[in-house]
Every structure is written in C-alpha cells, then in structure tokens.
C-alpha cells in the first residue's frame, strides 16, 4: 500500500482540499503515532512560570533567561493567557524607543491558542497559529508548544517511520517499484532486486525503461487508472518467466504524481495452476473412462473401504452406489456375492487376484489389482467385475460353430477327393492340397493365374480344374502351347486374320483362339516361350479385353480369362530382358507353385495305382506291381514328374511278360545303378557303329518322348530340331514293324 504523505505547506485549504487532507493526516498520524494518537502533554516544553502583561522587558527578559525557555506565557490579572513572549517579541522590542521600560503587552505575541494537555496534534496540528499554549485538566499551565518545535518531533518521527517502512517493504515476497511522474524509479525493494535481477543501487534514480522490461507502469502515469491482477509474461534467455501485478497511480493534489507496481512471479504457480488443469482434464478423462466401462469397476481404499463404484458395476451387482460407498467389500461378503476376501489375499499378495463367483445363475469375474504408492504401499484396490454368462455362452458357441466348421471341411475335403478321383486326379500331399485348395479358391473370382512347376508335374490338370470350378465352365477351354507353334503362325492362332490378310490367308478369314475361347479359359501353356514382339500383344489383349485380327483394323472384344503356365524361371528372364516385365506382373496376379514330383513322393504309390487301374482298364490287362519295382519308383527322381511315372506304367503295363511287374521290366535307367561312375552310354559288347549310333538314337528319343510327351519338347532336351526327332522316330517306328 502506497503512502503517499504531503507536508504542510501553511497555505489556507478549503472544501473538498481540506477534507482530502484531513484523510490524509488521519492516517499519517494513526501510522506514525505507532497506533496510540500523540497528544499536546507528550510534545509540550513544559513551563511552570508565567509573567504579568504589566512586567517591564528588561525584568522580563531577565526572566526569559534565567528560564530558558522558547517562550514564556503572558497572564492578565484574572491569570488568564493573554499572549506569549519569545524571541520574536524581543526582536519586535528593539525597535522601541526604551524597550525596557516598556511592558510586555506591547510586544507579546498573540498568535497562538491554548490546549487541552490531552487535545490531540493531529487536531491541533492545523490550527493556522505557531504557538499552543498548553493546560492540564484543571486549567494550570502545563507549557508551551510552538510549531516548530512540533514539526521537527514530527519529521523525526517520520524518518523513524520511513525507515521501519522501508523495512517493511523489503521484507514483502512481492516486488515493489515506485516511479514518479517522469518515470524516474523511486523505490525498488528486496524482492524486485530478485525478481528483475537489478541491484536497488543500478535501480533508483534510472528511467524505468533502463531497469524494467514491461514498460506498462509508464502507462498508468498516463492513464491515472489503477491496473488490477494483471498477467504478463518476460522472455528471458533461461526461458519465460509469467507475473502478475497491480499497478497503481500516486496521486497528489488531484494529479498523477508517480506511480507504484507491485508485481509477483508466478511462473511456479502458473506452471501448478496448468498442472492442475491438465490432472482435472484427465480425471475428467478418467471420470468418462470409468463410467463407459461395459464391465463393473469398484474401487477401494487399503482397508477394502468402497470409495467409488460406476455405472455398470450398479447394473450388475445391483448394488447402488449409495449403500456400498463406505462400506467395507468384507461386510458385504457376507451377503455370499462380492468376494470380501479377495482384499486380503491382494493385500498379502501385493499381486492382481482373479475370483470367480456364481450368483443368480449367472457367472461373475472379480480381477483386483492393487495401485501402490512411491513406497511401494497400497493405496488403493481396483476391483473389475465381468460378467461372463454372456461371454461363456458365446464360447460355447464358438467352440460348437469349429466343431460343425471342422466337420464341414472334412466332409467337403472328401468330397472334393472323390470328385477328383473321379477326374482320375491324385492329390496327396500336404502341399498339393494347399494349392487344390488355393486353386478352387481363384477359381470362383476371374483373376489371372500363373501356374509355375518343371514339366509333367499337372499344371493343366489344375488349369483345367480351375476352368471346371469357375462360372465359366459352361465355356471353352482351349489349351495354346505358346512354345510348340512356329513364331510365324502364333500370332494368327491367337488373333485370327481378316480374309486376305497375307499370302496363303483363307479368303474366308479365321477366328483367333482369343475368340474361340470367348466366355471360357484360354490356358497359355509354356507361356515363357511366347516370342517378345507378341508379348506386348498379348498384354493389350488382357488388358484392354479386346483384340483385333491380322489384317484387321476393327477391335472385337473378347471375355477370356486367362490362365497361364511355364516351367521357365519367368523372374529370371524378365532381368535378362527376355520376357516383358508388364506381361509378367500383369500374368502373376496369383502365382501357383507346383512342386516336383520327388519333393511329394508320398504321391508316387497313389499315382502308380491309378495309372495301373487306368492302363490294365484300356488294354483290359490284369497286372500288379512287386514291391521292389515300388521301391526303385520312390527311390527314382522323376525328372519327367507325373508325365513320365504316367509313360512309364502305360510301357510296363503293354511290355512287361508275367502278370507282375517286376525290376526286371523296368526300363534300364529305372533299373538299380551298379554305380555312379558308370558311363551315360554302357556299351555291352561289339557290333557295327552304325548299328550302335542307331541303337543309342533310338533308344534316346523314346526316353525323351516318354518324359517330355511331346517330340517338341523331346527335341528341345536332345538339343536337336522337332523335325529331326520326328524323322528319326517315323524311322525307328518302321524298322520295329519290320521295314527297311
Ligand atoms: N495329380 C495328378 N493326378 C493324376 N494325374 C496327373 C496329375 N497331375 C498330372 N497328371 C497327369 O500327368 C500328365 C502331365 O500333366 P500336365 O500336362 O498337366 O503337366 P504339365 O505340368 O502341364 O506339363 P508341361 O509342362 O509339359 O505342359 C498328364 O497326363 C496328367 O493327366
């Protein structure tokens, strides 16, 4: 609080002036006279002699002397005051012609007033004379009072004052700083040294936009108006600092003659106050969190004593909040529901503890968990109740629904099975069901396949399952081996032409196998060995769904899905720029590895069975197979897969003499090896090299043909040209039936 004190300037005051100062001494003097009121009898000179107004100056001055005192009283003959003699009535007696003949009368002065010992300064302290003139209660004169005298008692005083003030203010936790009305700093206490950093030496006496950053006390010298709890914040380099200040105007006759900031940091509070803000919005959060909880949460206090229970936990126990809060779970236990003991047992364990509990029919999970404090004690116990009826149900169902579902798959894995041995179709093996099942899956949806796998190992017999197992069965499924059709003729196979087209073109034109295959599957086999310029045309035909003829300009479109297959490394020969990337990806939407008959042996046995059935069926031939014949199958590699296992019990079947099959039929390379080392070619004994070269050949070709099926593809393993093959084989063909 600002003091603002005005000394008295003697001037006449008047009206609202004079009451202002009233206020203003009032409160000077209830400061200052330490909280008692200073009265005449404690300020008074004290005079026990008085003189007659008749007495001459020169007695008189005797008097004055030998007393020593500032000012005598002067009695008339009633010995009532009627003035007083001081050093100014003996100034004023030098001008006499005799002074000291003359009377005191003459010179006394008459300006003053007598006092009650027990008037108080502060009243008569405005009294506009210099001399009081001070009497006791019985109206004896106690002694004299000048002015003077009283203002300088009172401006000790109030340097005593000031400096216990000063005190005061510097031992106040806020900061203080005073300006006056040219903003020149004033007062800087204690706690404003700390607060700005600035010394009160660096502080007073400066402009306060030398000491200060916030300038708005120069403000309120404008303004006159009293700022209040105003919020500001300082950057500094260590980091913003937040205060809070009240600015106020110092008045003096009615004018803004300074100003007072008294301003505090309340960085700490206001990082308190946010970090209150934030706990009340997460337990806002929490509020919400518990009472959307589906299961029932309670939670108690160490003793197990109910302090908070939500809305679900009300719904399931039936308990109302009101008569569990305050209770403890223990007395409740004894209503044969909520679990009292397990507060103990967390108590003892310090660990979550599960209880289940039947009641009402229904099944209810108590889960306690305790919350323990820095000290590791409990301080309190979160109980979560689930009901599980509900949930013992739906696993009942569950487990009934797998059992039904399990059923339902092997029941369809044995019809699928049965449906495949009708197709003559063997799937064993763990990985060949997966791709039935994957295959049967794709086939429902249009997607391209790409089926990959070395050759014979049945990528069109899953080609054509697909086909079969798609809405498109009802279509054509039309077979392309992309690497058996000369590169000239392939495009117009595929494409078609429009009459004329080219020299030798039917003049009726021709339908492409795109069209044939309209509404069904066109299965490109060895897709690997489409030449690069028709690859691009390939890729617009899948994507744009249409084609258009050799010779031809119209497009016509065409509902073809397409299923594609190669025994090459596709990857391989996309970065050896042999097949185009685009037609790769664009072809491998769902790729389908075939495995090698010798990585699923346990199809071998399976296979031979069904072949042997097959065969002896078509030659109406009975036939078994010994078991060491068996032995050599799994034992062999099958290069040829189930292509060549097929060639093989086809020959065995048509070749071998008795009714069973024995290692002596097998041809030689499925007889057992005398040895590694031995030579591709053995040669038994001597005979013409002709004889021989033909011998090897043929013997070459038919196991070519017999793994590869084809004398295309038997060429390719020979390394030789297909008409070669085809030549050699008509002449092999003519010398077995006895030709030359
Ligand atoms: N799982 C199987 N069950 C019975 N026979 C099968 C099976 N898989 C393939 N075959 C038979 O094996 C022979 C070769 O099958 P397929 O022509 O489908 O092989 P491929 O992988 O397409 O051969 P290529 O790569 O040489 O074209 C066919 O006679 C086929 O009937």
Request: hydrophobic fraction near 40%; charge should be neutral; aromatic fraction near 6%.
């Amino acid at each position: 609080m600002p003091i603002i004190f005005c000394a008295n300037t003697g001037r006449t005051l008047e009206g609202k002036e004079v009451e202002r100062k009233e206020e203003i001494n009032r409160e000077f003097w209830q400061m200052y006279g330490g909280g008692r009121k200073v009265l005449a009898r404690d300020a008074v000179t004290p005079c026990d002699v008085v003189i007659g107004s008749e007495t001459s100056l020169e007695e008189a001055h005797a008097f004055y002397v030998k007393h020593d005192v500032s000012a005598l009283p002067i009695v008339d003959q009633e010995h009532k005051v009627i003035g007083l003699l001081n050093s100014e009535s003996f100034a004023q007696a030098l001008s006499l012609p005799d002074w000291k003949k003359a009377k005191v009368r003459e010179v006394m002065q008459e300006n003053f007033i007598t006092v009650a010992e027990e008037a108080e300064l502060e009243e008569i302290w405005n009294w506009p004379v210099e001399w009081f003139v001070v009497l006791s209660s019985s109206s004896s004169i106690k002694g004299v009072l000048a002015k003077q005298d009283l203002a300088s008692l009172l401006y000790k005083k109030v340097q005593q004052r000031l400096q216990q003030l000063e005190g005061v203010l510097d031992s106040a936790h806020n900061g203080i700083i005073a300006i006056d009305k040219n903003g020149i700093v004033t007062f800087f206490n204690k706690a404003a040294e700390e607060i700005v950093w600035r010394k009160k030496k660096d502080a007073i006496g400066k402009h306060l936009s030398q000491v200060i950053i916030p300038q708005g006390l120069l403000e309120i010298l404008k303004t006159g108006k009293r700022q209040l709890c105003h919020k500001f914040a300082v950057e500094y380099s260590a980091g913003t600092r937040i205060y809070m200040t009240h600015r106020t105007p110092i008045f003096e006759d009615g004018k803004v003659v300074g100003a007072v900031g008294v301003f505090q940091d309340i960085s700490e509070i206001e990082a308190i106050s946010n970090e209150l803000d934030t706990v009340k919005r997460l337990n806002r959060e929490l509020e919400a969190v518990i009472g959307a909880s589906y299961d029932g949460i309670m939670v108690t206090d160490r003793n197990g004593v109910v302090v908070r229970v939500n809305e679900a936990f009300e719904r399931m126990t039936g308990y109302k909040s009101t008569e569990i809060i305050g209770r403890t779970l223990m007395e409740t236990g004894e209503e044969q529901f909520l679990p009292g003991s397990i507060v103990e047992k967390i108590k003892a364990s310090k660990q979550p503890v599960s209880i289940a509990v039947d009641h009402g029919g229904r099944q209810f999970l108590f889960t306690g968990n305790p919350v323990t404090d820095q000290e590791g004690e409990i301080v309190r116990i979160v109980i979560n109740v689930r009901d599980l009826t509900e949930l013992n149900s739906l696993r009942k169902e569950l487990k009934e629904s797998k059992e039904l579902s399990r059923r339902y798959h092997s029941e369809l894995y044995e019809l699928r099975r049965k449906l495949l041995q009708h197709e003559g179709i063997v799937v064993q093996s763990p990985q060949m069901q997966k791709i039935l099942e994957l295959a049967m899956r794709v086939a429902t949806v249009d997607s391209t396949v790409l089926i990959l796998g070395e050759s014979g190992v049945g990528k069109e017999v899953i080609a054509k399952l697909i086909h079969q197992n798609s809405k498109r069965s009802e279509g054509p499924f039309i077979t392309v081996n992309c690497g058996a059709i000369p590169e000239t003729l392939l495009e117009s196979e595929l494409f078609g032409y429009e009459p004329g087209a080219f020299t030798g073109a039917s003049r009726e034109g021709k339908l492409g196998l795109f069209e044939l295959a309209d509404n069904g599957t066109l299965f490109l086999d060895e897709i690997g060995d489409l030449p690069f310029p028709l690859q691009v045309k390939l890729l617009r035909a899948i994507q744009d769904r249409e084609i258009i003829r050799l010779g031809g300009r119209r497009p016509r479109k065409v509902n073809v899905r397409i299923v594609a297959a190669t025994n090459r490394d596709l990857e391989e020969m996309v970065k050896n720029g042999q097949f185009r990337e685009d037609l790769y990806f664009r072809l491998n939407v769902v790729p389908l590895k075939i495995p090698p008959l010798r990585e699923r042996k346990e199809e071998i046995i399976p296979l031979v069975n069904r072949f042997l059935e097959k065969y002896c069926k078509n030659y109406n031939i009975k036939k078994t197979i010994s078991s060491e014949v068996l032995d050599r199958f799994l034992k062999y590699d099958w290069p040829g897969n189930i292509r060549e296992l097929e060639n093989i019990i086809e020959r065995l079947v048509v070749t071998a003499s008795g009714t069973t099959i024995t290692p002596a039929d097998l041809p030689e390379h499925l007889k057992p090896q005398c040895s590694d080392t031995s030579p591709a070619v053995l040669v038994k004994g001597i005979l013409p090299l002709k004889n021989a070269v033909m011998e090897v050949e043929r013997q070459l070709i038919e196991k070519a043909l017999e793994q590869y099926g084809s004398t295309y593809k038997a060429a390719k393993a020979l390394r030789v040209n297909q008409s070669t093959v085809v030549r050699k084989l008509n002449r092999i063909r003519r010398e077995a039936n006895g030709g030359g």
